[in-house]
């Protein structure tokens, strides 16, 4: 490697967890309450990733429709923020808002206080893979480049980064190789709120939303279509999750930089609309904040050790090794080319899977966050072994904490016995799991 002959290699850690996000904070969590040596490298300022610095106002639902399914670490975050937010009520389990400020506080403690060290504007930059492990990883910041070294190594980056760095394999996208379009998240303040609460509901399945006048507008061409997800995240605040953005590579950095102008603009217009047709919520209202990260929803997919498939989910399968619990619907958002097909007739966008019944839930299984052809290295959160249209699902922040918990549990189970992260004992890992609250079948 071009970087190891002036390279310093730290290897103060049994277990490295790449990616602060919400599988990475469980992970990292996970690894270090287990007794495990453990460091948090995450590229920005804070934890919490998308429901941080992505802005993005509501949680996924944490229920099967009976009852809370995320729970472990999952639930323990998410009742810890729903306790600092008056406004919500204790039974909410299903869209409740998130406060991002709150939620930073929430992830600093829980990672550090597990006893994980935290290492912020740091981004992984290589990796040396020889014969299966991972001998150590580059890390690039205002020290310059770092080697750190570990028996394991969870890659939690929601790009599959390290995996792809060691040359094991992934899938990107469709079969010509689009992915999802992206949403660039921001926060409007000074709203009415009796206006906003009272005016029938305002998002895209309300045919009556403002936001398809906003569309048919010519003033604000970047506002294409009527996706206006939002919630009111705190007094006369509200978050939205709106607006889309195509053809956007997370793996690229001028792709997504160009993203991130677009969507300042895009959220800007989209205010100006608001504040011209709903005036009497939005009239005296201020766009506060664009997100500082694009809320990317798809990119690298590993090939694992298993790929759980669309069979898979919609069968509910219970697996031997599952490590948690999945009931969210298919969520995907049309690629350019499907909305071709979408205006052409060719693809009927109401065509929807079967959604889950009350109590309905599929199984994860521990060999979808082994990549194949590695002996050291586990994936969690949105980049798992999956078939694209499943991947649709487990992305979202709820599953990728039940990930993250099960790849910090296994981490640190084999980094203490020393073993491939394939040759753990799953029902040991299931049982410890299930003692640290984990929902199992």
């Known amino acids: 490697m071009i970087f190891s002959r002036n390279l310093t290699l730290n290897s103060d850690y049994d277990v490295i967890v790449a990616g602060g996000g919400p599988a990475g904070c469980a992970a990292a969590t996970a690894s270090a309450r287990n007794g495990a040596r453990t460091l948090l490298i995450e590229a920005s300022g804070c934890l919490g990733g998308m429901g941080t610095i992505g802005l993005v106002p509501a949680w996924c639902p944490f229920s099967d429709k009976e009852k809370i399914i995320y729970r472990g670490i999952g639930q323990e975050v998410f009742e810890s923020l729903k306790?600092?937010?008056?406004?919500?009520?204790?039974?909410?389990?299903?869209?409740?808002?998130?406060?991002?400020?709150?939620?930073?506080?929430?992830?600093?403690?829980?990672?550090?206080?597990?006893?994980?060290?935290?290492?912020?504007?740091?981004?992984?930059?290589?990796?040396?893979?020889?014969?299966?492990?991972?001998?150590?990883?580059?890390?690039?910041?205002?020290?310059?480049?770092?080697?750190?070294?570990?028996?394991?190594?969870?890659?939690?980056?929601?790009?599959?980064?390290?995996?792809a760095l060691c040359g094991l394999e992934f899938d990107y996208g469709t079969s010509t190789g689009e992915v999802q379009p992206v949403t660039h998240c921001f926060q409007v303040t000074n709203v009415d709120e009796y206006e906003f609460r009272t005016h029938p509901e305002m998002h895209h399945a309300n045919k009556d939303c403002p936001v398809y006048d906003i569309v048919r507008s010519e003033k604000y061409p970047l506002v294409t279509d009527g996706h206006s997800c939002n919630s009111l995240i705190g007094p006369r605040t509200v978050g939205f999750n709106a607006g889309h953005l195509w053809n956007v590579n997370a793996t690229d950095p001028l792709s997504v930089s160009k993203a991130m102008i677009q969507g300042r603009r895009l959220a800007f217009q989209f205010h100006q609309g608001l504040k011209e047709f709903f005036p009497e919520a939005f009239a005296a209202s201020f766009?506060?904040?664009?997100?500082?990260?694009?809320?990317?929803?798809?990119?690298?997919?590993?090939?694992?050790?298993?790929?759980?498939?669309?069979?898979?989910?919609?069968?509910?399968?219970?697996?031997?090794?599952?490590?948690?619990?999945?009931?969210?619907?298919?969520?995907?958002?049309?690629?350019?080319?499907?909305?071709?097909?979408?205006?052409?007739?060719?693809?009927?966008?109401?065509?929807?899977?079967?959604?889950?019944?009350?109590?309905?839930?599929?199984?994860?299984?521990?060999?979808?966050?082994?990549?194949?052809?590695?002996?050291?290295?586990?994936?969690?959160?949105?980049?798992?072994?999956?078939?694209?249209i499943v991947q649709g699902s487990v992305r979202v922040m709820p599953a990728c904490l039940v990930t993250g918990q099960a790849a910090g549990t296994a981490a640190a189970m084999t980094a203490n016995i020393n073993i491939n992260v394939k040759k753990i004992n799953t029902e040991l890992l299931r049982k410890k799991l299930l003692e640290d609250g984990v929902y199992l079948k």
């Open 287 to 388: 766009l506060s904040a664009t997100a500082p990260a694009m809320g990317i929803r798809e990119s690298r997919r590993i090939v694992g050790e298993y790929v759980l498939t669309l069979k898979d989910y919609i069968e509910r399968r219970t697996f031997d090794d599952e490590i948690g619990r999945n009931s969210y619907y298919i969520d995907i958002h049309l690629t350019e080319e499907e909305k071709e097909a979408v205006n052409s007739g060719r693809l009927n966008p109401d065509a929807r899977y079967e959604n889950y019944s009350p109590g309905e839930s599929h199984g994860i299984p521990y060999r979808c966050l082994i990549p194949k052809g590695a002996h050291n290295l586990l994936v969690a959160g949105r980049a798992i072994s999956c078939e694209r």
């Open 83 to 163: 306790a600092q937010m008056p406004h919500i009520g204790k039974s909410d389990l299903d869209w409740v808002p998130i406060d991002p400020e709150g939620l930073k506080r929430i992830y600093d403690d829980l990672v550090i206080g597990s006893g994980a060290d935290v290492l912020f504007n740091s981004s992984v930059c290589a990796a040396e893979f020889f014969e299966g492990n991972l001998q150590y990883i580059v890390v690039s910041n205002k020290a310059g480049l770092s080697g750190y070294s570990a028996k394991i190594f969870v890659d939690c980056t929601g790009d599959a980064d390290i995996a």
